[in-house]
Nanobody, 116 residues
Framework: VQLVESGGGLVQPGGSLTLSCAAS????????MTWVRQAPGKRLEWVAG????????NYPAGVKGRFTISRDNAKNTVYLQMNNLKSEDTALYYC??????????RGQGTQVTVSS
């Protein structure tokens, strides 16, 4: 299993970013995918999940309405569109194949920093 996250960066509060995760080494189109994040000194936090066909998505209350997870099974890629970003969204973001904890991120993650 290989997962490579990208798309992070520095953004002002209220701004937007789209993260990407390129997957390989497993049957992506059959796999539930999640995005999780870890802020400094904090535990991993689940932020989005998507079923294999892309038709059902799940979010915790803290990001619902601001984050959108999607996937392209032809490209073996999952995305996370993040709008109206807040300082508390600052974290290292990972995609995983875990439907629930422990999430055990395998990739390097991509850093998102929300600051003015």
């Amino acid at each position: 299993v290989q997962l490579v996250e990208s798309g992070g960066g520095l953004v002002q509060p209220g701004g937007s970013l789209t993260l990407s995760c390129a997957a390989s080494g497993f049957t992506f189109s059959n796999t539930y995918m999640t995005w999780v994040r870890q802020a400094p000194g904090k535990r991993l936090e689940w932020v989005a999940g998507i079923f294999p066909d892309g038709n059902i998505t799940n979010y915790p209350a803290g990001v619902k309405g601001r984050f959108t997870i999607s996937r392209d099974n032809a490209k073996n890629t999952v995305y996370l569109q993040m709008n109206n970003l807040k300082s508390e969204d600052t974290a290292l973001y990972y995609c995983t194949t875990s439907a629930g904890p422990p999430y055990n991120p395998r990739g390097q993650g991509t850093q998102v920093t929300v600051s003015s």
